[in-house]
C-alpha cells in the first residue's frame, strides 16, 4: 500500500489557500458554461434559422453525452495519473470552444464545440469536486460541495446575465463569447501554475477510513474493481444508487431549463434582455443557496433535504408550465433554484459518506456519469414531447418525472452522513476547518 506523504492535514481551513484556489478555479469552470445559457437558444433561431425544438437541442444532447462519459473516465485518470494533469488537461481541450462559437458558419459547428464543451466540463468539474473532497476530510463534505457548487453556478448565473446584456448591446456574437475565451485563459494559466496535487490528501484518509459501525459498508471495502464500482454506484448499494438517478432527473430538468426555456420565453414576447434575467435567477439562486444547504447537510442529514429538494423542483417546474408572465416565471425560477441547491452539493456529499478514499474519485465519476447524462436524456425527451405536443407539455412531463425521482429518494436511500446517523468511525485528525 502506498503511504501519504508526511506533514499533510485533512480540513477545510488546515488547506484553505488551495481549497479557495480550487473554488475560483471552479467559478471560471462554470463560467464557460454560462456563456451558452442565453445565447445559444436564440442564436439557433435567429442566425441559423432552425425549426423543430428536437433539432435545437441537439447541442445539448451532444454536450451532456460527451460530459456524462468524460465524467467516468476522468474519475478513473484522476486515480491513475493524479488529478492535477486531469484539470489541466480538461483547461487545454477548452481553447477551441469560444472561437469555435464565434465563427460558426453552420450548426455544425456549434454542436461541435458543445462535444469540446462536455470534455472540458467533464475533466475540469469532475476534478475540481474530486479535489475539495480529499482537501476536505469526512466531517465538512457538505460545506466543501456546497462552496464548490455555490462557485461553479453563480458564475453560471452571473455569466448568463452578462452575455444577455452583451448580446443584446453588441449582438449574439462576437461579444458574449469573448468573455467566455477570458475565462478558459485565466483558467488554464491558474491550472498550470498554481494549484497542486491532492492524491495524497486522499491516501491519508484511506489509512484512517472504516466501515459502518452497523455492518450496512461491509462489501465497500478499499480493494474494488472498476466494475465493481459501477455496479455499486449505479444500481446495488441504496444510497449510491438512489443519488445516482436523482442526479439524473435533476440535470434532465436542467437540460430542459437551458434548452427550452429561453425559446418559451420568447414566444411569449419577452426581450432578449428579460430571457437573460429569467436564464440568471435560476443558477444565481441555485448557486447561492448552495452556500446554506451544504453545511446544512452536514448537521441535518443528507436525505430529507434532496427529498424535499427535488419536489420543490417538481413544483417550480409545474408554475413554469402554468405561468405566462414574467413575474411568476421569475418566482419559478427563484423556487427551481431553491430546489436545486438543496439537493446538488448533498447528492455529491452521499458519494462521498458512502465511497471508500481508495475508489471515491472513480464513485463520483460513475454518479456523474449518470447525473450527466440527465442533459442527454433531457434535450431528447423534451425535445421530441415538446413537437409532438408543444413546450408546456415538455415541462409538465418533466415535472412529474422529478417528482418521481424524490418519491425513490424517499423510499430507498437511508442517511449517509456520520453525525445525522450516528455512526461509529475512527477519529480523523484534522485541521479545525
Known amino acids: 500500500m502506498i503511504r501519504p506523504a508526511a506533514g499533510l492535514r485533512l480540513g477545510i481551513r488546515a488547506n484553505l489557500a488551495q481549497f479557495s484556489l480550487l473554488v475560483a478555479v471552479n467559478a471560471l469552470v462554470g463560467g464557460v458554461l454560462g456563456?451558452?445559457?442565453?445565447?445559444?437558444?436564440?442564436?439557433?433561431?435567429?442566425?441559423?434559422?432552425?425549426?423543430?425544438?428536437?433539432?435545437?437541442?441537439?447541442?445539448?444532447?451532444?454536450?451532456?453525452?460527451?460530459?456524462?462519459?468524460?465524467?467516468?473516465?476522468?474519475?478513473?485518470?484522476?486515480?491513475?495519473?493524479?488529478?492535477?494533469?486531469?484539470?489541466?488537461?480538461?483547461?487545454?481541450?477548452?481553447?477551441?470552444?469560444?472561437?469555435?462559437?464565434?465563427?460558426a458558419p453552420s450548426w455544425g459547428w456549434v454542436v461541435a464545440a458543445n462535444v469540446l464543451l462536455g470534455v472540458n466540463q467533464g475533466m475540469t468539474w469532475s476534478t475540481t469536486v474530486i479535489m475539495k473532497i480529499?482537501?476536505?476530510?469526512?466531517?465538512?463534505?457538505?460545506?466543501?460541495?456546497?462552496?464548490?457548487?455555490?462557485?461553479?453556478?453563480?458564475?453560471?448565473?452571473?455569466?448568463?446575465?452578462?452575455?444577455?446584456?452583451?448580446?443584446a448591446r453588441y449582438g449574439l456574437r462576437p461579444a458574449p463569447f469573448l468573455l467566455g475565451a477570458a475565462y478558459v485563459a485565466l483558467g488554464l494559466g491558474l491550472a498550470g501554475l498554481v494549484v497542486r496535487e491532492t492524491r495524497e490528501h486522499a491516501r491519508l484518509e484511506a489509512t484512517r477510513h472504516t466501515a459502518r459501525g452497523d455492518g450496512q459498508h461491509d462489501h465497500l471495502h478499499a480493494e474494488l474493481t472498476n466494475r465493481q464500482v459501477f455496479g455499486h454506484t449505479s444500481l446495488h448499494e441504496p444510497a449510491l444508487s438512489a443519488a445516482s438517478q436523482a442526479g439524473m432527473v435533476n440535470n434532465l430538468n436542467d437540460?430542459?431549463?437551458?434548452?427550452?426555456?429561453?425559446?418559451?420565453?420568447?414566444?411569449?414576447?419577452?426581450?432578449?434582455?428579460?430571457?437573460?434575467?429569467?436564464?440568471?435567477?435560476?443558477?444565481?439562486v441555485w448557486g447561492l443557496g448552495q452556500l446554506i444547504t451544504g453545511p446544512l447537510s452536514d448537521r441535518w442529514g443528507r436525505k430529507h433535504l434532496i427529498t424535499a429538494g427535488m419536489l420543490v423542483q417538481a413544483?417550480?417546474?409545474?408554475?413554469?408550465?402554468?405561468?405566462?408572465?414574467?413575474?411568476?416565471?421569475?418566482?419559478?425560477?427563484?423556487?427551481?433554484?431553491?430546489?436545486?441547491?438543496?439537493?446538488?452539493?448533498?447528492?455529491?456529499?452521499?458519494?462521498?459518506?458512502?465511497?471508500?478514499?481508495?475508489?471515491?474519485?472513480?464513485?463520483?465519476?460513475?454518479?456523474?456519469?449518470?447525473?450527466?447524462?440527465?442533459?442527454?436524456?433531457?434535450?431528447?425527451?423534451?425535445?421530441?414531447?415538446?413537437?409532438?405536443?408543444?413546450?408546456?407539455a415538455a415541462v409538465w412531463v418533466v415535472a412529474a418525472l422529478t417528482a418521481a425521482a424524490g418519491i425513490v429518494v424517499a423510499v430507498r436511500m437511508y442517511e449517509t452522513h456520520p453525525k445525522a446517523h450516528r455512526l461509529s468511525t475512527v477519529p480523523v485528525v484534522e485541521g479545525s476547518g
Open 35 to 103: 456563456q451558452e445559457r442565453t445565447v445559444l437558444p436564440l442564436l439557433a433561431e435567429h442566425s441559423f434559422r432552425l425549426t423543430g425544438y428536437t433539432f435545437v437541442l441537439t447541442y445539448v444532447l451532444a454536450f451532456g453525452a460527451t460530459k456524462a462519459a468524460t465524467n467516468y473516465f476522468a474519475g478513473a485518470w484522476s486515480d491513475r495519473f493524479g488529478r492535477k494533469p486531469v484539470l489541466l488537461a480538461g483547461w487545454l481541450v477548452a481553447i477551441p470552444i469560444p472561437l469555435m462559437l464565434i465563427w
Open 134 to 167: 480529499d482537501l476536505a476530510g469526512p466531517s465538512r463534505r457538505g460545506l466543501a460541495m456546497g462552496l464548490n457548487e455555490a462557485a461553479g453556478y453563480l458564475a453560471v448565473a452571473v455569466t448568463a446575465a452578462a452575455t444577455g446584456y452583451l448580446a
Open 255 to 284: 437540460g430542459l431549463a437551458w434548452g427550452l426555456f429561453p425559446i418559451l420565453f420568447a414566444t411569449a414576447g419577452l426581450s432578449v434582455s428579460r430571457i437573460g434575467i429569467l436564464a440568471a435567477v435560476y443558477p444565481a
Open 315 to 392: 413544483a417550480a417546474l409545474a408554475l413554469v408550465a402554468l405561468a405566462d408572465t414574467f413575474s411568476m416565471w421569475i418566482v419559478a425560477a427563484v423556487l427551481l433554484g431553491a430546489g436545486t441547491a438543496l439537493v446538488y452539493p448533498t447528492l455529491l456529499a452521499v458519494i462521498g459518506d458512502v465511497a471508500h478514499p481508495a475508489w471515491r474519485a472513480r464513485a463520483v465519476g460513475v454518479y456523474r456519469l449518470w447525473r450527466d447524462g440527465g442533459f442527454a436524456v433531457g434535450a431528447l425527451l423534451s425535445g421530441l414531447v415538446a413537437d409532438l405536443w408543444g413546450l408546456r
